[in-house]
């Protein structure tokens, strides 16, 4: 999103890259302001990108003196289907390794946005159009009540702000200290809440759901940017023992690997998941028949099921009396997929999930946890650690389509941890991005994957209006239509870079050194552009300001062809719009003899005109700028010669 030095400028300076960006035409004598004190001549120009330190370094790399907090968490709940009622205590172990005493810790507490006098509830906030879906952010709880806080046995000063809590804390903590801070809370768990978390019937999705300490990192200090239902979540690393009571009729499936599995499983599903370790082919934990005469089953008390995660940014779980379970492995990693008895097409949900798995393991970073388990249920989509819920869906390319996309999210930003609630383009983005070699990798040869190849560009006519777009650099909460501004405008942007104007293999290799280099830290937009730049060995600055921040246009055109009186054949080429981008020619000879002409972005360097030269003797019948129809040009028709 908006690099910057201090997080009291974001509004200031959004606002001003939505208003005059790219007001200036290439070559223009007229200075036009990207954002106070830059100043940019050419679409050439430097980006205002974050001053570089020893903490982020120019090449866009975590510095000798990178930090950020780790947070621990000892969390022990109930919840009872029969009131809804989730209470818990938890303990959050909190190291300081930043180079600063902090005096307070501030909370957050996203179900408040269930509250009736929470700013989302006030404001109405209205649902997102996702395509064909619609993502409805209201919420039908009763928000969090935190019973006690203390520490050392002292209760701790604290006061809640809607879906944030600021917490005195008994003495400064000082850089390099770790302290614990005890919490006693309840709510009531939704039926839908903020498409993040919620229960169809006896089906339970549950995610955000208990108090979360926010990040604390060199870019903004404490990040407490107000929950409104788009943003999702940023959060620390750290490790989780989580135990949770629930019915004893109930099977359930979260963040972590169970570490009491004789006291919640019976003796055949361990020896089934034993089985299933060794195979890549799914292996029934529960079958359909066992899950059917499950659901007549009655609780007869209660179980503790009993979870530990390490190194993860956040915990969920989802538990049902009906669970089918599917499970295999790849690579000493157990693919897992719960689902009820209806949903018959999630019998081939572990095959998508395991192919899913290998794919972004080898193409980006190996996936680094113990389980990777995708559940069945009411929610449209939404990913946490190791654990994501899909919705049933109808066709195959649906359910693969938003199973794979979930999973995505376990790379970006589970783990490259950016700040979804203020840069959705390297979340979702990203992730969209990755998830269309996907589907073409499962469905390959299939119709479905050429479909899907190509539906980023095939949404640009429909979604990239003039006048009413968006930049993509824009928080989610600031999109009016955060599907194309937050999702498939990046994923178009990044496959032109990667096959317009790097090449795969060099885009391949700086996205996966940028991956490689963020993962487990919270990079900004700053480092993403640097790091791409460093490692591509190319100046893209005119590339993110078009395309980030900005909603520039490209109009690429043949505006004239001309003979000099030496035999040299002139043509004309224009940039009428405010993007500048490489051309491709499709020159046509008398002799019937065709050539393609790939001409570089700097063609532009000295202005929105250029001439390109063909030697003399050869006679050019046609030119066509363009022939793939790669571009999201906006006049296509000046695109030919003649006319």
Request: with cysteine; glycine share 8%; hydrophobic share 40%.
């Amino acid at each position: 999103m908006n690099p910057r030095r201090s997080p009291n400028s974001v509004a200031v300076r959004l606002a001003l890259f939505a208003a005059t960006l790219f007001l200036f035409m290439p070559g223009s004598a007229t200075a036009q302001e990207e954002a106070p004190g830059w100043k940019v001549r050419s679409p050439f120009g430097p980006l205002g990108l974050a001053t570089p330190n020893t903490i982020r370094t120019g090449a866009g790399l975590p510095g000798p003196d990178y930090w950020q907090q780790k947070v621990d968490y000892r969390i022990e709940a109930t919840l009872d289907p029969a009131t809804q009622l989730l209470t818990g205590s938890e303990t959050i172990r909190y190291r300081n390794n930043s180079p600063h005493a902090l005096s307070v810790l501030w909370l957050k507490l996203d179900t408040n946005l269930c509250q009736p006098e929470s700013k989302s509830q006030v404001l109405a906030v209205p649902p997102l159009m996702f395509g064909e879906s619609v993502f409805d952010f209201t919420c039908d709880g009763s928000g969090m009540t935190l019973e006690r806080v203390a520490a050392g046995g002292r209760d701790l000063e604290h006061e809640v702000m809607g879906t944030i809590a600021r917490v005195e804390l008994p003495h400064p903590l000082p850089a390099g200290g770790s302290t614990e801070v005890e919490i006693d809370w309840y709510m009531t768990q939704p039926e839908y809440g903020y498409g993040r978390t919620g229960r169809d019937g006896t089906l339970y999705q549950v995610a955000q759901w208990y108090p979360r300490v926010a990040v604390f990192d060199d870019v903004s200090g404490w990040n407490l940017t107000p929950f409104l239902g788009a943003g999702e979540f940023y959060q620390e690393f750290g490790d989780f023992l989580v135990a949770l009571t629930v019915p004893d009729n109930f099977v359930m499936t979260a963040t972590g690997t169970i570490v009491n599995p004789d006291a919640v499983l019976t003796d055949e599903q361990q020896s089934r998941l034993a089985r299933a370790d060794e195979s890549e082919d799914a292996v029934a934990i529960i079958t359909g028949s066992e899950a059917l005469s499950n659901r007549g089953r009655s609780a007869s008390g209660a179980k503790t099921w009993r979870f530990a995660a390490e190194n993860v940014r956040d915990f969920a779980f989802a538990m049902a009396p009906d669970f089918r379970w599917d499970a295999s492995s790849y690579d000493g990693i157990r693919i897992q997929t719960f689902y009820r008895p209806e949903a018959e097409l999630w019998e081939e949900a572990n095959r998508m999930s395991w192919v899913t798995i290998k794919h972004f393991s080898e193409r980006l970073f190996p996936y680094p946890w113990p389980h990777a388990t995708t559940v069945e249920g009411p929610n449209d989509g939404m990913e946490y650690p190791m654990l994501t819920f899909v919705p049933t869906e109808t066709t195959r390319e649906g359910l693969y389509w938003v199973l794979t996309h979930e999973f995505g999210h376990e790379w970006y930003p589970m783990i490259v941890n950016s700040n979804e609630r203020l840069h959705p383009w390297m979340d979702e983005g990203f992730n969209t991005f990755i998830d269309i070699e996907s589907v073409e990798v499962y469905f390959e040869g299939e119709p479905y994957a050429e479909a899907i190849s190509i539906q980023p560009l095939e949404m640009w006519t429909d979604h990239s209006i003039a006048g009413s777009e968006q930049a993509m650099a824009l928080p989610p909460d600031e999109q009016h239509d955060l599907f194309w501004a937050g999702y498939f405008k990046p994923a178009l942007m990044l496959h032109l870079l990667q096959y317009e104007i790097l090449g795969k293999d060099r885009f391949d290799r700086a996205f996966r050194e940028y991956t490689h280099a963020w993962a487990f830290k919270h990079p900004t937009a700053s480092d993403f552009i640097r790091s791409m730049e460093n490692s591509a060995g190319m100046d893209l600055d005119w590339f993110w300001r078009a395309w980030v921040y900005s909603t520039a246009r490209l109009d690429q055109a043949v505006a004239g062809v001309s003979v000099t009186d030496v035999g040299v054949t002139e043509i004309r080429l224009e940039s009428l719009g405010r993007m500048v981008m490489p051309a491709e020619l499709q020159l046509g000879f008398s002799d019937g003899a065709a050539e393609i002409v790939r001409l570089p972005v700097e063609m532009w360097k000295l202005g929105p005109v250029y001439t390109y030269r063909v030697t003399a003797g050869r006679e050019v019948t046609s030119v066509t700028l363009d022939p793939r129809g790669v571009y999201p040009d906006d006049d296509r028709a000046n695109n030919e010669w003649p006319r």
